[in-house]
């Protein structure tokens, strides 16, 4: 979500007149847009800021979460901060420049009526894969998350607006479009929910895949489990983060669902797709957290197969609930514990991978390999995959889905050969 949304400053800032440096040393204005989801990010930030002192002629933004949640603090420990800017303001950045010429330092974290998405300008991107903010904000309040208290609560952009973005899109080039939200199944700014959205967008010629994430187990409607049998341009990938697999853990983080219920979205969406790539999230060593309990999301591991998963170590967020809990797990439990989960998601993560070898896919390629004449880019199951290519290709694959033979599975990626369609054709029969 900050990559979007440090696109779309970008392109607010494009219209001012400003252009894109890759150098902090050439740059007038840094943006540092922060994510504070855990204690880690906001102490690269302060790093960060460090390094950036070296440029004293720069205005110095802090965008993001961190700023929302820190607010003044982050003036008064970073004297080279000029602006500090919430999530939910960031579209207010060209007037604020405007309104202080000089490093007159500035707070804006209001949650304003007027959203950022009216605010910007169409979205100038020529990528063959974009994200698309759909949904913002959480009213979930799981006990260790600072989302809601950053990002707000749930906020749902009509579907007019989002099909409007998404031919855009299309229109520079975009063959893929993710769609983003903190709670993206939530989605009610049409009729039919996420689902519904999914459908209109299905119906745009030259948009040949569609995704979304980040989902809730508890807005995981039928609707939308159906349409991953009905809409071929939803690819078979579906990230549902469960975080434990413990229902008295599930409790304590507030989740409002059950092993159960999690399972049971399984089980409905591998009778539509059989093929879909489950992906999650899971916290280790919440407050609370037994051995017998993290016993058991290694059982509900092994029970789902997933076929990638982000796994972490419980960060304690100030003004979230779990961070006053009185059963904190030591550091060396949730690093032990940790080490062994991520053992085993690797497994299956290996194994679902191998499962491709030998069989075709589609991948769009939309980035330089690791090894020099490969493309690389996403299969329908979202998979990292590396193509060979010949050096008189290169150019005109980039930004092309391409049919592949898979080659080699590892843990993160796979490798692939190109095919020629003809070359699967069935032979003609003779008359
Ligand atoms: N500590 C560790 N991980 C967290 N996440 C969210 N908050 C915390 C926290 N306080 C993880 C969850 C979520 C993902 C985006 O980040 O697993 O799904
Ligand atoms: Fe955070 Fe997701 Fe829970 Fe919302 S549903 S509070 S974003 S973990």
């Given at each position: 979500?900050?990559?979007?949304?440090?696109?779309?400053?970008?392109?607010s800032?494009?219209?001012?007149?400003?252009?894109?440096?890759?150098?902090?040393?050439?740059?007038?204005?840094?943006?540092?847009?922060t994510?504070?989801?855990r204690e880690?990010a906001?102490?690269?930030?302060?790093?960060?800021?460090g390094?950036?002192?070296?440029?004293?002629?720069?205005?110095?933004?802090v965008?993001?979460?961190?700023?929302?949640?820190?607010?003044?603090?982050?003036?008064?420990?970073?004297?080279n901060?000029?602006?500090?800017?919430?999530?939910q303001?960031?579209?207010?950045l060209?007037?604020?420049?405007?309104?202080?010429?000089?490093?007159?330092?500035?707070?804006?974290?209001?949650?304003?009526?007027?959203t950022?998405?009216?605010n910007?300008?169409s979205?100038?991107?020529?990528?063959?894969?974009?994200?698309?903010?759909?949904?913002?904000?959480?009213?979930?309040?799981?006990?260790?998350?600072?989302?809601?208290?950053?990002?707000?609560?749930?906020?749902?952009?009509?579907?007019?607006?989002?099909?409007?973005?998404?031919?855009?899109?299309?229109?520079?080039?975009?063959?893929e479009?993710?769609?983003?939200?903190?709670?993206?199944?939530?989605?009610?700014?049409?009729?039919?929910?996420?689902?519904?959205?999914?459908?209109?967008?299905?119906?745009?010629?030259?948009?040949?895949?569609?995704?979304?994430?980040?989902?809730?187990?508890r807005?995981?409607?039928d609707?939308?489990?159906?349409?991953?049998?009905?809409?071929?341009?939803?690819m078979?990938?579906?990230?549902l983060?469960?975080q434990?697999g413990?229902?008295?853990?599930?409790e304590?983080?507030?989740?409002?669902?059950?092993?159960?219920?999690?399972?049971?979205?399984?089980?409905?969406?591998?009778?539509?797709?059989?093929?879909?790539?489950?992906?999650?999230?899971?916290?280790?060593?919440?407050?609370?957290?037994?051995?017998?309990?993290?016993i058991?999301?290694?059982n509900?591991?092994?029970?789902?197969?997933?076929?990638?998963?982000?796994?972490?170590?419980?960060?304690?967020?100030?003004g979230?609930?779990?961070?006053?809990?009185?059963?904190?797990?030591?550091e060396?439990?949730?690093?032990?514990?940790?080490?062994?989960?991520?053992?085993?998601?690797?497994?299956?993560?290996?194994?679902?991978?191998e499962?491709?070898?030998?069989?075709?896919?589609?991948i769009l390629?939309?980035?330089?390999?690791?090894?020099?004449?490969?493309?690389a880019?996403?299969?329908?199951?979202?998979?990292?995959?590396?193509?060979?290519?010949?050096?008189?290709?290169?150019?005109?694959?980039?930004?092309?889905?391409?049919?592949?033979?898979?080659?080699?599975a590892n843990?993160n990626?796979l490798?692939?050969?190109?095919?020629?369609?003809?070359?699967?054709?069935?032979?003609e029969?003779?008359?």
């Amino acid at each position: 979500m900050n990559v979007y949304d440090s696109q779309r400053m970008l392109d607010s800032l494009s219209a001012e007149g400003f252009e894109q440096q890759n150098e902090p040393e050439n740059a007038d204005l840094i943006i540092l847009n922060t994510c504070h989801i855990r204690e880690k990010a906001s102490e690269k930030m302060y790093s960060e800021l460090g390094r950036l002192r070296a440029n004293r002629r720069a205005k110095v933004v802090v965008a993001g979460c961190v700023a929302q949640a820190e607010g003044r603090e982050i003036l008064e420990r970073a004297k080279n901060v000029d602006f500090v800017l919430g999530p939910q303001a960031l579209h207010r950045l060209p007037k604020l420049l405007k309104a202080s010429p000089d490093h007159n330092r500035a707070i804006d974290t209001d949650f304003p009526v007027e959203t950022k998405f009216e605010n910007w300008p169409s979205p100038v991107s020529h990528k063959a894969s974009s994200f698309l903010t759909i949904q913002e904000g959480c009213d979930k309040f799981c006990s260790f998350c600072v989302v809601p208290y950053t990002r707000g609560s749930e906020y749902s952009r009509p579907a007019s607006a989002v099909i409007k973005e998404a031919r855009t899109l299309v229109e520079g080039g975009t063959k893929e479009i993710t769609l983003l939200g903190q709670n993206v199944n939530a989605y009610n700014g049409c009729s039919g929910g996420l689902g519904g959205l999914i459908k209109a967008l299905d119906e745009i010629d030259g948009l040949d895949r569609i995704r979304f994430t980040t989902s809730h187990p508890r807005d995981m409607s039928d609707a939308l489990i159906n349409a991953f049998g009905e809409v071929d341009s939803l690819m078979p990938y579906l990230h549902l983060p469960v975080q434990s697999g413990s229902d008295r853990v599930l409790e304590r983080m507030n989740r409002r669902h059950d092993v159960e219920h999690y399972e049971k979205i399984i089980s409905k969406i591998r009778v539509i797709r059989p093929d879909i790539a489950i992906s999650s999230d899971f916290i280790v060593g919440h407050p609370g957290e037994t051995e017998a309990d993290f016993i058991e999301t290694l059982n509900l591991a092994n029970r789902v197969g997933f076929a990638q998963a982000y796994s972490f170590k419980y960060s304690a967020r100030p003004g979230t609930p779990a961070t006053d809990d009185q059963d904190q797990v030591s550091e060396q439990s949730k690093t032990e514990r940790i080490a062994r989960l991520q053992v085993l998601l690797g497994q299956h993560q290996k194994s679902f991978n191998e499962k491709f070898v030998g069989s075709l896919s589609k991948i769009l390629l939309d980035r330089t390999g690791r090894l020099s004449g490969q493309l690389a880019g996403r299969s329908p199951h979202n998979q990292s995959v590396h193509v060979g290519v010949s050096p008189k290709e290169f150019f005109s694959l980039l930004g092309k889905i391409v049919l592949v033979r898979i080659t080699k599975a590892n843990q993160n990626s796979l490798t692939a050969e190109l095919v020629r369609e003809e070359e699967v054709k069935p032979p003609e029969v003779p008359v």
